[in-house]
Structures are given as structure tokens and as C-alpha cells.
């Protein structure tokens, strides 16, 4: 992304990648300012952040349902252990 112009679909690649490994989203890079108006992602890069956040808040859901499935099967384990 750093050795050419700036496409959407390049910006959009870019987001893709990893999104679970992108903490933060720097647009430092651009996109063009001239003081009065400031341009903002084009479509395919929108989609790209949406798709990113979906995926990122799909990880946390997943990982919360399989923690509190972890916990269940422990307690039961345990209960039925202490009841012997």
C-alpha cells in the first residue's frame, strides 16, 4: 500500500488483511486535505472496516460463548466430583 497510489480497492485490501491483528486504523497517510474539505474511505474500504468490525466482534462473541461453555462443563465436573 506505501509504494503506489492509493486506490480504493487498495485501501480496501489493505483493511482485509489481519483485521484481528490491526488494533488501530490510521489514515495518516491521507487522504487528500486542503484545508476546507477532508475526503473519506471510498466504498470498497467502508466495506472493509464493517467487514473488520464483524469479524473482530465475531471473534469476541465466539471466544465469550466458548468461555462460559469451558465454565459449565468445569462446574459440572466439579460438582459431580464433590458429590461422590
Known amino acids: 500500500m506505501l509504494d503506489g497510489d492509493?486506490?480504493?480497492a487498495v485501501e480496501a485490501e489493505s483493511l482485509s488483511l489481519r483485521p484481528q491483528h490491526i488494533d488501530i486504523y490510521s489514515s495518516s497517510w491521507g487522504p487528500d486535505d486542503d484545508g476546507r474539505t477532508v475526503d473519506g474511505p471510498?466504498?470498497?474500504a467502508r466495506k472493509a472496516f464493517y467487514n473488520s468490525i464483524a469479524f473482530v466482534f465475531f471473534l469476541l462473541i465466539s471466544r465469550h460463548i466458548y468461555l462460559k461453555l469451558v465454565?459449565?462443563?468445569v462446574a459440572a465436573?466439579?460438582?459431580?466430583w464433590l458429590s461422590q
Open 6 to 8: 492509493v486506490i480504493d
Open 42 to 44: 471510498g466504498p470498497l
Open 71 to 73: 465454565a459449565f462443563v
Open 77 to 80: 465436573v466439579m460438582s459431580k
